[in-house]
């Protein structure tokens, strides 16, 4: 079970600019970004409760992993009547919804929002989960050539950010046209590159 609260915080950059980022970081804990790697077993039982702290919106889908289920039903997209307004189902500021699902393929994953995604994934709202193999098997994805090794495990995450997108978000600019977006710092496990 892991518990992640949706939460707004500040990361620095190598140019010793400091950018306003949302994340998932741990249940109560500090703001984080990327969200915390979640490390399971294929097979295991995945309960992950989100709570929401910002001021929209905020949800978490899990590419790769099926029948995942939302406060106890399947997990299904969201409309206000005219349009899609979320993948999966989402918790408004203050609330809360809790996710389960049983572990598939051994591999890596990302977990990341599904409300409105092309905003609040890059503003953030991402992170991996990691399946790792049942007992006695040694490959992922299937492959021969996808050896796991647990004293070999090494993660790389990549991730971008345009500094305007989150300087919108920031000062609470609705209109921020995400046609214009370009990014400008490249980030390898939320560290920046080069």
Not at 24 to 51: E, M, R, S
Not at 87 to 113: D, I, R
């Amino acid at each position: 079970t892991f518990v992640l609260d949706a939460q707004e915080g500040y990361i620095q950059l190598p140019d010793s600019t400091t950018m306003y980022m949302w994340g998932y970081g741990k249940g109560g804990g500090a703001f984080q970004y990327p969200g915390p790697v979640l490390c399971v077993n294929q097979g295991d039982t995945v309960t992950v409760i989100l709570n929401n702290t910002l001021p929209e919106p905020v949800s978490i889908m899990f590419p790769g992993q099926e029948n995942v289920l939302a406060n106890g039903a399947p997990a299904q997209p969201q409309g206000d009547g005219a349009a899609l307004t979320s993948l999966t189902n989402a918790a408004t500021t203050g609330g809360s919804v809790t996710y389960s699902f049983v572990a598939g393929e051994p591999g890596t994953y990302l977990y990341e929002s599904g409300t409105n995604p092309q905003k609040q994934v890059r503003l953030g709202l991402f992170g991996a989960l990691v399946v790792r193999p049942t007992a006695g098997a040694t490959f992922v994805y299937n492959r021969t050539d996808s050896q796991f090794t647990p004293e070999e495990e090494f993660m790389v995450l990549l991730s971008e950010i345009d500094p305007y997108l989150h300087w919108a978000a920031e000062s609470g600019a609705p209109n921020y046209n995400l046609n214009n977006y370009q990014a400008r710092y490249w980030l390898i496990n939320g560290r920046g590159f080069p």
